[in-house]
């Protein structure tokens, strides 16, 4: 018998569990109708993480296509711009060392690669600066958009910085009220199992049992579904990325009104490095190091000397982190999404734009019946294990490229036995060449582009010796796009407002929907 | 520089105003700002758009009078050739609370019209402005609220001029907003009643047919650049 699959079951109530379900919802909605559920199970006693304020664009569109207001957004989750990210220390160490990595693409990026060009005139501007605005607005402390530019659109590419605390109850509201998401608080007991090893149905303390035909394992790092009921093996990956202890903190400003950066400052330390976000009420500040590198009376003493005097009387977090993934992320009637999936250090964000990616997958593959289920669910296998390598590969990517000495921590992350062989062999492609579109950057929707590796190469102080003959013929066009970088840069830092002023504006008068 | 005070029969018994169009007195304005009860008075001359207010973000009606200058002036400078938008007639006054105000430091004050009678009543010439601001402040947030519904209904959307003028410049006009007619065929039955009985749907298709002044208007524009080059 070919049952169709229409009882969609979230278990888990954080960022991955509701983007799923609102995702998942507004895809199927016309199924609605006929008999097609979304329920979300989530348990009253145990909280979610309520960690990870930064994005990636995409959740622009993500947002958009369920149905949210930006401006209620704004208003409701303590939101603000994040139009990329500065990483200081990285390179030297020393007190000027900084780059940024920044969302706006290279200018011209899709007609011409201007690092080479960069490489051999770059009269010493920043590869960043030459080719793109962004690191300019970031510095002037600048909005990426103005009050008269339309939600979701924007003058120069954006994410957002949003307090977790509330944005998981934000899309709550929106999925149960506007979405039809069935929402059921109830501590998921036992996982029922069929006779083939599907799910059949979890029993709940409150709730009794609850049927399903898909399970999306959103339960964070216990990993319920996948984990602890399939069995689905952990793929650790600490020898790569060291770091597996975070202290977080939420350090109010000096006064309300004080300057608020719209990107990530990441800035290195001994033993790893600490993320400083700034949304408008307050900043999220927070060190993640490796504990086999620093104890943690140091690294608290690292994170005290960043934050300054003001973080006396305020409560620091302690979370553990493990940094790897499931072996698989789909098996029998089960996908994990979010922390069950995996983890990796938030050095580039990458965790909430993978969830984004997943609910996307999982929606726009939602499989028809049970037949089909395993082809679209090694499909699935597929796509998000070649993202989770590509994104172990560029967060090493920043480590490997430091010069620091200063402490075992940047010692070892040099050590060739750590780098995973795919980035050892793009390093050296690149010694030679610069990456560009068609350097395996190949697949639909790539987590980090071509341009992300350039900003952060040539950030880092990578140079790639290429041979100066190769680009005869589009001086004139790289000299054009140079010059059409400076004339944008210029007229944006004209028209754009301060951050924070953008912000207050839009909780006063809203941004319009067109 | 303003200087706006609230208006007083006593303090102000004297006080004269130039009350008609002038270039130099600040009607020569390319984009005023209009309510939805001047639209019939406005749609015989003007295209009306909407547009979004810099600081706020927030739309607002308003009719396009030229192209960097209000092409209605009478060729002295001194005379609107066709209705005159109340935002412009109420100059140089303003309301505070439920006060009527005024600026002094306004170019228009100094000669003109009385503003009061002998006995401290208003003059009729006062008592237009009083009748300009009756209809414009209630008019403003008719106004808005025609707006909310249009956008609630997604029938705004940009529009983008592109024109060319016979001395061979071109003006491309960016950053307004007309009614979206794809949206407007396609709405439901129920919706459409709806907007006829509180009268919208007569003001959007005043707000369509307005479009065809552009064209009007830039001839007037043509017929400028050829008087001043003649
Ligand atoms: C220190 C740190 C910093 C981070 N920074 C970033 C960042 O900047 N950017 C980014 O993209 N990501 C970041 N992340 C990752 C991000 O926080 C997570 O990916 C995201 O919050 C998703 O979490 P989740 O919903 O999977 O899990 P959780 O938020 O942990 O939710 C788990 C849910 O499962 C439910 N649950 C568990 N067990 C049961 C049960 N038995 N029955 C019923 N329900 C159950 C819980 O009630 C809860 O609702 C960071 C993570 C950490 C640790």
Redesign the pocket.
Known sequence: MVRPIQNIVI???????WLAAGVIAARHQGRMKTGFTVTL???PN??????????WPTMRSTLEKIGVSETAFFRECDTAFKQGASFARWTTGAANDAYYHPLMLPQGFTQLNLVPHWLRSGRGRSFCDAVCPQGQLCDDGLAPKMITTPEYQAVANYAYHLD?GKF?PFLQRHCTEKLGVRHVQ???LTVNRAENGDIASLT?RQAGDIPGDLFVD?????A?LLGKTLGVPFKDCSDVLFCDT?L?VQVPYETPDAPMASHTISTAQKAGWI?D?GLPTRRGI?Y?YSSRHSSEEAAQEELARYVGPAIKGLSVRK?P?RSGHRETFWKNNCVA????AG?LE?LE?????L?ELSAKLIAEQMPANREVMDIVAARFNDVTSYRWGRIVDFLKLHYVLTKRTDSRFWIDNVDPVSVPDRLKNLLLLWKYRSPWFFDEFDRLEEVFPAASYQYVLYGMGFRSEVDPSDSDGTDAIAARLVEENAAVTRRMRSQLPKNRDLIRKIHDFGLQPI | MTNIVVLNSQTHRHLRVQAGASAELGDNQRFVHVAISEFPALVVHYPIFFAKDSETGAFFAGAMLGFGENLFLSADGKGQDAYRPLNLQRQPFFVAGSDLAIDLDSPRVGRGEALFQESGEPTPYLQTIVAAFRELRPGFEMTKVFIDTLLKLKLIEPITVDLGFDDGSRLKLIDLYTIDRNTLQALPDATVLDLFRRGYLHLIYLMIASLKQIPVLAQKKNRRLHESAG
Do not use: N
Not at chain 1, 11 to 17: F, R, Y
Not at chain 1, 337 to 340: D, E, F, H, S
Not at chain 1, 349 to 353: K, N, T, W
């Open positions: 278990v888990g109530g954080g960022t991955a569990g199970v989530e348990s145990i909280g979610i993480i309520g960690v990870g304020e930064g994005t977790a998981a109830a501590d998921v709940t959103c339960s964070g790092f216990s319920l975070a977080a993320w976000i927070g993640v979370i982190i999404v979010g922390l069950a983890f938030p964000a990458s965790a909430i734009v969830v």
